[in-house]
């Protein structure tokens, strides 16, 4: 199942500078996108989303944009902070059909912000 | 803040075994979620739950597995008969509502089956 990518295994970025994540999907349906981050031995916690009817949301050092016609989203943290190292995973749910109500995950990026 | 919690953190169980993993989601939330990871791979879907029904199942819940709300507040997944392909980190979900609704997950149960 390859419905949702992250191409990049890993970031390595300095703190204080961005980082960027990205995230691809091909199933049209999906209409509601959300990022979480995952350390070791714990369970994914939710970091932002987006609706498909959006092209940007904003939190905090956290952005998300989406690019529904390329079918790609990315994660922008600023600025990075070592505490921000993670496993940050892309996950995508739609309405209808047989992705309503359950998330679909990407692969995940191990991010690994150095102080 | 609320929190999804899941017991026990580890179990250790023989091939062939019965599990019940137990979660406790988020007071108010009304569609609740199992999700595994076998290590080294993606999260993937199992199973989603709402008003004491499955909603939707993916193709790995089969018979061996049955969710379960026992009471007001727990959701149970049992694993009838475990084989050691059944290792991996079971995580709980839950959400207020399905669709563009955000879910919130538990620290996962690790099952280890020898």
């Known amino acids: 199942d390859q419905q949702v990518k992250q191409n990049s295994p890993s970031l390595s970025v300095q703190e204080g500078r961005i980082s960027i994540l990205n995230c691809d999907y091909t199933?049209?349906?999906?209409?509601?996108f959300l990022w979480y981050k995952k350390y070791p031995a714990e369970g994914p916690t939710f970091l932002i989303s987006?609706?498909?009817?959006?092209d940007k949301n904003e939190d905090g050092r956290f952005t998300v944009f989406l690019n529904k016609s390329a079918k790609h989203l990315s994660l922008h943290i600023v600025p990075s902070q070592p505490g921000d190292s993670a496993v940050y995973f892309c996950?995508?749910?739609?309405?209808?059909?047989?992705?309503?109500?359950?998330?679909?995950f990407g692969q995940g990026t191990i991010l690994t912000v150095h102080p | 803040e609320p929190e999804v919690t899941q017991t026990p953190s580890h179990q250790v169980t023989q091939m062939g075994q019965e599990v019940i993993l137990r979660c406790v989601p988020i007071?108010?939330?009304?569609?609740f979620y199992w999700y595994r990871q076998i290590l080294g791979q993606k999260v993937e879907f199992l199973v989603s739950?709402?008003?004491?029904?499955?909603?939707?199942k993916s193709e790995i819940f089969d018979d061996q597995f049955s969710v379960e709300r026992p009471d007001g507040s727990n959701f149970t997944l049992k694993i009838r008969s475990t084989k050691l392909e059944d290792s991996a980190m079971y995580f709980c979900?839950?959400?207020?509502?399905?669709?563009?609704?955000?879910?919130?997950f538990g620290p996962g149960t690790r099952l280890l089956v020898l």
């Open positions: 979900a839950s959400s207020v509502g399905q669709g563009k609704e955000t879910q919130y």
């Open positions: 199933n049209s349906m999906f209409d509601y």
């Open positions: 987006i609706s498909s009817i959006k």
């Open positions: 996950a995508a749910s739609g309405v209808g059909g047989t992705s309503y109500g359950k998330l679909t």
């Open positions: 007071s108010n939330h009304l569609y």
């Open positions: 739950f709402y008003n004491n029904e499955i909603s939707e």
